[in-house]
């Protein structure tokens, strides 16, 4: 740092201490979180330890909610009114601007439909990502993949554009928000951002295609008096051709609404499919404690979350104390998912694998039962 114009001084080692951050700086977004955070504090609200960015505030005659991110605010609350006093306490400390009742938040659009349903789409988003791309007239597709077809490294030319490639490949990643039955296609062609070759390029435009005939699809929230964790595990053993890597996939539904969801690529070859089957279950059951934690804070009671498997050997294997010799190279997991179980923290159930919903999430499969499971996996409708 140097010392600025028209500043005078003999000590040329001297330099200007910052009281207040500058907007650009990277100790802005820290400092404006902290000034947020501990004004948030002193009107009562604390943040919960499942994630940092919600503050909740819990009173005998209310309970509110505030989600941050960055200078984008949400609130909620049990009641209009409190809500209302908590805008106008923020206003006190801050200029903001009230935006009246959620409709948009970070791109993604908010619909209400009949009595405290919700639809999240993103439809404006989608859109945008298809005029700039040029698809805008496209033929529709069924499937955001086509069923046959297996990526691998180099198996034609080198894109001629590789930027163009990143951009959309993480725009894409984006949409996943809201349509979990694009994480497996999105997973895969974003596995080759690195040296996107033709054939992977082709790949994401039939994404794209698949785009253009649910503009208006997302997800629907509906109310329900359950508070039960449903939770579906699957992994395809060895699927990747470059280096024989397992793909875990895995949804959560918070009783029937669908909450959340992965498809990713296992970091180590297992060497058997009650390996690669195992490692799916212990990505999910974190993702089920994270769950329960998070409603703990929110002071929501939930029973024994329930989770399916459609191996049964991994079944067994979870409730079995004995070490068998196909599970002796991954003990860590193995030791990890049993104790849960055995403590009853999480229950394992095995389920005919005509009935798993997550299939979408670890393979390409036909157009046929890519339909018969949409309903399955999410409740796809179009937005009003």
Known sequence: ??????????????????????????????????????????????STISDSSLFVKFSFTNTLYILVYVDDICTTGSFETAVNGLIASLKSFFALKDLGPLHHFLGIKVSRIATRNMHLSHTQYIRELLRKTNMLDSNPQPTPMIYSIHLQQSSSEVFSDPMLYKFVVGALQYLLVTHPKLSYSVNKVAQFMHDPHVHHWQVVKRILHYLMGIVDHGLMFHQNSSSSIIAFSDADWGVNVDDKKST????????????????????????????????????VMIAILWLQSLLHELHIPTPAPKLFSDNLGVVLLSTNPIMHSKSKYFE???????????????????????????????KPISRSSFLSLRNKLTVVVKSP
């Open 1 to 46: 740092m140097q010392q600025p114009p028209d500043f005078t001084s003999m000590n040329l080692h001297l330099v200007c201490h910052l009281h207040k951050a500058i907007y650009g700086l990277k100790q802005a977004p820290r400092s404006w979180f902290l000034k947020l955070s501990n004004t948030l504090k002193h009107l009562g609200f604390r």
């Open 248 to 283: 875990t996939g895995y949804c959560v539904y918070f009783g029937s609404n669908l909450i959340s969801w992965s498809s990713h690529k296992q970091k180590i070859v297992s060497h058997s499919s009650t390996k690669a089957e195992y490692r799916a279950i212990a990505a």
């Open 332 to 362: 860590l997991d193995l030791h990890f998912v049993r104790d849960h179980i055995q403590q009853q923290h999480i229950t394992l159930l095995h389920i005919p694998a005509r009935y798993q919903v997550v299939d979408p999430l670890t």
